[in-house]
């Protein structure tokens, strides 16, 4: 049996006005998650608990049948696992974005989506600033998206679990200052998010985008910390081999802690802009050696936070037509398979962030019998009596271990 998994992060919405009433997912053309609906079944999946922050550390851990309750610590120790980045028993890792804030008021939870050379940059100037300090550690990532580690050095860390701090994406265009970092410790990260501010100023290089009518990276903003998380083997769960395609370092960390192959496609961007048909030509390559492939895309929830109702749309059309109709097509030549579609989380275009509640999935392949839904949606998918309250149910379901 082959098994694959498309995630379009943060599809589930709301119906937009722009949009004539409808939700992206009914307004695009998306005929081959519909025919997944038609020859299978559609339900919904809540994989983001009540009492925990809507995101992608939460809601993947969850479908792909991690219970986030047990085994979540933080998204920064995630995101330090995809770069190979050990973490000691008292270590913790801090997401560090790069962000531009303006009279206090959160404008660009990306930097305006920094390029690569200048992020590092900005990254090695901070690490140099507290190159006195045996315990902090700057490690740069990709665009705007970034990581500080604390070293604990036989010392007891100043963080727990009390220790939190507002996701960037969660707060564009409000005012930072009833979202900084709170509980122990907070006032080290907020002593170095304001450090942070006369560095980014005076570099020349930041400036000169600024020139150039692009916005400058104007602090750093410090959040997602926690501390080495444990997961027992995805492979010893569930008996399959598994392997993971994504451009987000924070897919890449949980793949392999979970022991799955992590896939790079070099022209994957985790953007509006990434290449849809190299990750289905990806994934249908992965099969060749993996029982499971997991294709997870960005672009969705970029779309979202951005507030533009017709790029999601867009996006949609794309993960339809360049990676779940070549892969699917190629399932189907290959014997018994199951497919399956889920994104993580809803991220409403409303509020530009995640949010809580169900998300639309929908599986078809080998023993799976249809039911009467006809589309791939949230109103089709509200129709049916598939319902995983607890999101992390839905893998061992479809992977026939439930």
Known sequence: MKYALVIPDGAADEPQPSLGGRTPLQAARVPHM????????????????????SGSDVGTMSLFGYD?????????????AAQGIELGANDWAVRCNLVTVENEVMKSFTAGQIPNDLAKHLISLMQHSQCGDEHWKFFNGVSYRNLLIYRARDSQPPFTKETSSTPPHDITDQPIAGYLPTGPGSDILKKLMVESRPIFAADEQNQARGKSGQPTATQVWLWGMGSRPAFRNFKERFGVQGSVITAVDLLRGIGRLLGWEVINVPTATGYLDTDYPAKGRAAIEALKTHDFVVVHVEATDEASHEGHADEKVKALERIDADILGPLHAHMKTLGDYRILISPDHPTFLRTKTHSHGYVPVAACGSGISPDHAQSYDEI???????????????????IGRG
């Not at 519909?34 to 922050?53: F, L, S, T, Y």
């Not at 986030?68 to 330090?80: D, F, K, S, V």
């Open 68 to 80: 986030p309750q047990i085994y979540h610590t933080g998204r920064a120790p995630l995101e330090a």
């Open 380 to 398: 089709a998918a509200a129709t049916t009596s598939l319902l995983f309250e607890k999101g992390c149910d839905l893998m061992p379901w479809f």
């Open 34 to 53: 519909d025919e997944v609906a038609k020859q299978g079944m559609v339900g919904r999946a809540n994989h983001v608990p009540i009492n925990m922050p």
